[in-house]
C-alpha cells in the first residue's frame, strides 16, 4: 500500500487547511487510516483515525474539535479538516494504514511521507 499525501502549506493562525491522503490499493475500504505529526524536535503524536466505514473516528485531544477526519472509499482517499489552526500545530502531518482503529503508531503498517503543514503566528 503506497500512501501520499497532500494538501500541506503556509497558513495564518486561526485558518483552516485539509490534507488529503491519497491509496494505492484496491483494498482500501478494508483499512483503517490514521493521521499523524510530528513536530521539529518531538515525537511522532497521533492526530486522528477513522475506521474502514468512516463509522467510527478518534482524536487526539489537542485537535478535538477544531479537526475532522473522513474518508472517501470510492476515491482510495482519506483526509483531515484542520480548522482554527495554531502555530502548535505546525508539524510534518503523516497518514497511515492500519487493519484496526488505534492511536497507537505502532498499529500502522503502512506509512506516506508526510507533508509539511506551518503555521505562521
Known amino acids: 500500500v503506497q500512501l501520499v499525501e497532500s494538501g500541506g502549506g503556509l497558513v495564518q493562525a486561526g485558518g483552516s487547511l485539509r490534507l488529503s491522503c491519497a491509496a494505492s490499493?484496491?483494498?482500501?475500504?478494508?483499512?483503517?487510516m490514521g493521521w499523524f505529526r510530528q513536530a521539529p524536535g518531538k515525537e511522532r503524536e497521533f492526530v486522528a483515525a477513522?475506521?474502514?466505514?468512516?463509522?467510527?473516528?478518534l482524536y487526539a485531544d489537542s485537535v478535538k474539535g477544531r479537526a475532522t477526519i473522513f474518508r472517501d472509499n470510492r476515491k482510495d482517499m482519506v483526509f483531515l479538516q484542520m480548522d482554527s489552526l495554531k502555530p502548535e500545530d505546525t508539524a510534518v502531518y503523516y497518514c497511515?494504514?492500519?487493519?484496526?482503529?488505534?492511536?497507537?503508531?505502532?498499529?500502522?503498517?503502512?506509512w506516506g511521507q508526510g507533508t509539511q503543514v506551518t503555521v505562521s503566528s
Open positions: 497511515a494504514a492500519a487493519g484496526f482503529l488505534t492511536a497507537d503508531e505502532n498499529g500502522y503498517d503502512y
Open positions: 490499493t484496491q483494498t482500501f475500504s478494508s483499512y483503517d
Open positions: 477513522i475506521n474502514w466505514s468512516g463509522g467510527r473516528t
